[in-house]
């Protein structure tokens, strides 16, 4: 008698259950066709109403962006030719300024310039928002817009108008646009006392194996400290961030997690190497300008107690971005999980704190305390930067602790 009663129940419950969701599912379906109704009739009247004639293309092209923008401000839709331009940027190589943009609380702002650019020669720094382009307010500008107005062809000049993020003072900047050839490791030296010294420039596909180049050849001059400088690091590729974490960790240590819309989450790990520097101490460079990839990295070593983080808030951007072709030649750039650091916290908007911090300024270098500077530097003095002092200093101390 009670197994048949306790069938019943399971029984309605089932049932129950299913015409729940069988409510929900068509109240949902309902509630779509609806709203696609609504933007058949919008296109109706358009159609008919409004004073010039457009292509259809051009008003399904103009609602998909607008679906995209309503979405956040990393989403995008990109037509064909917007498409075809990030693949040749993804490439390495093009022409415009050496910046990386973004719209943040619906300003267009300079995340990062990249370092020997024309941007970094002018002056840009993270944070700068860029007001006016040719004169014109960039106020509800795309991404993509903004992207399209900044390129040309090399020699050809165009005028920023930038409000200072330090001196909140606006500026006109006039810049000559030239091909921007990126090499991801912009320098390998050995600075004072045997200090290895890496700065790292993006994440691409081809990252890793330069930072292996870089790193044998520092292994060869025997160092015993390193420092590597992720400061104006707009980010890049996440796995490529995953290849650089895994040269200075453990294999199986992990280096990010992401978690997607229905909350399944995908831990990366720091996989064997050839390669692997694990046993010196290391201090990151971070700043305003070290964004994506660079957070990861930087957060990924810090909790894993593999490396202290110096220098300054880094810029807090940490979702994940699927490109998306659609069958015209088009793509959605679009937002499909955010990141987080091994001990679960957020990076996103929020950015990551240094360990120790210590603003930028340039110093003037004292001759009786640091080396002289060495013909492979290739003219870097690295004694007028305060945190790269800062960080030799904090350096050479963990290596007396550690001997």
């Excluded at 004073?51 to 990393?74: F, H, P």
């Excluded at 280096?255 to 229905?262: A, C, L, M, P, W």
């Excluded at 679960?344 to 004292?366: A, F």
């Amino acid at each position: 008698m009670r197994r048949k009663i306790f069938l019943v129940v399971i029984i309605s419950v089932v049932f129950f259950s299913l015409s729940c969701w069988w409510v929900f599912a068509k109240s949902k379906k309902d509630d779509f066709y609806r709203e696609l109704d609504l933007l058949g009739e919008a296109f109706s009247v358009i159609e008919k109403k409004y004073v010039e004639e457009k292509s259809t293309k051009d008003l399904i092209y103009g609602a998909i962006a607008g679906m995209m923008r309503a979405l956040d401000s990393y989403s995008q839709f990109l037509k064909p030719e917007d498409y075809r331009e990030l693949l040749v940027e993804t490439e390495g190589e093009f022409g415009g300024l050496g910046i990386e943009i973004t719209i943040k609380d619906g300003l267009l702002t300079i995340v990062s310039p990249i370092e020997d650019t024309p941007a970094y020669r002018a002056g840009l720094e993270p944070g700068d928002i860029i007001v006016k382009i040719e004169g014109k307010l960039t106020k509800g500008i795309t991404l993509q817009e903004a992207v399209k107005k900044l390129r040309g062809k090399p020699g050809t000049k165009v005028t920023i108008t930038v409000l200072k993020e330090k001196s909140k003072q606006m500026k006109d900047i006039t810049i000559t646009r030239d091909i921007i050839k990126i090499n991801d490791v912009k320098r390998a030296v050995v600075l004072g006392d045997e200090i290895g010294y890496i700065k790292l420039l993006e994440f691409r596909e081809g990252t890793a194996k330069e930072l292996d180049k870089a790193l044998e050849k520092l292994k060869k001059k025997n160092i015993k400290g390193l420092i590597l400088d992720l400061r104006n690091n707009p980010g890049g590729l996440l796995i490529s961030a995953v290849e650089v974490a895994s040269r200075f960790l453990p294999t199986g240590e992990v280096v990010v997690s992401t978690k997607s819309r229905d909350g399944e989450s995908l831990s990366y790990k720091a996989f064997s190497c050839k390669t692997k520097i694990l046993k010196i101490p290391m201090v990151v460079l971070i700043n305003g300008g070290s964004a994506s990839g660079s957070e990861i990295v930087a957060a990924a070593l810090r909790e894993n107690k593999r490396a202290i983080l110096l220098g300054e808030k880094s810029f807090g951007k940490a979702s994940v971005q699927s490109v998306v072709p659609l069958s015209d030649g088009s793509a959605l750039r679009i937002t499909t999980a955010k990141y987080y650091t091994p001990s679960g916290k957020s990076i996103h908007q929020n950015g990551i704190e240094p360990d120790i911090l210590v603003p930028s300024k340039e110093v003037s270098p004292q001759e009786d305390i640091f080396e002289k500077i060495e013909k492979e530097k290739e003219g870097f003095n690295y004694r007028k930067d305060y945190q790269i002092i800062r960080a030799l200093d904090l350096i050479r101390g963990l290596i007396i602790l550690s001997s």
